[in-house]
């Protein structure tokens, strides 16, 4: 933003030639990482990680990327990871049984230029759908931020406006 919030320019492409989705980019170990599904057709099963010294590139796919295959529950991302009592969490839209039901917490264990593991952080959602209201149908993302001593929480919920 050259004059925020209304003076937007614009810079690059991080990454091209697949349709990414939910993109979420974060700084880790003075390295910069960006978790992104490809969208396919409605799948959202598959999750790939990049990495680059510099946030305008190049990126390159981590070796061990897609780090989620075959899992609509784990593979969509739903906000930045979050560094919390020394662990790592990144946090995933659940889309089991439709796109943004939930949002599931995974705890990063092993993150570097050669390695990649996670666990899930709790069997249950982290956010889930509350069936009326703002998020009727889902939640779509979670973005936590630590101010004045107080969790800020920053949400987005699904609800279908035609019904």
Sequence with gaps: ???FPGGWRYVGALLDGLPYV???VFRWADRWWLFAEVERGGVHDTLHLFTSSDLLGPWQEHPASPVVR???RA???AGKPLLWEGKLYRFAQDCF???GAAVRAFEIRRLSSEEYEEVEA???AVLAASG????ALGMHHLDLHRHDGRW???VDGRVDLLE
């Design 132 to 135: 009326q209201g703002w998020n």
């Design 122 to 124: 709790w069997p249950q």
């Design 1 to 3: 933003a050259d004059a």
């Design 22 to 24: 939910d993109a979420s």
């Design 152 to 154: 800020l929480a920053f």
């Design 75 to 77: 593979a969509r991302p």
């Design 70 to 72: 075959g899992d609509s």
């Design 97 to 99: 049984p439709r796109y």
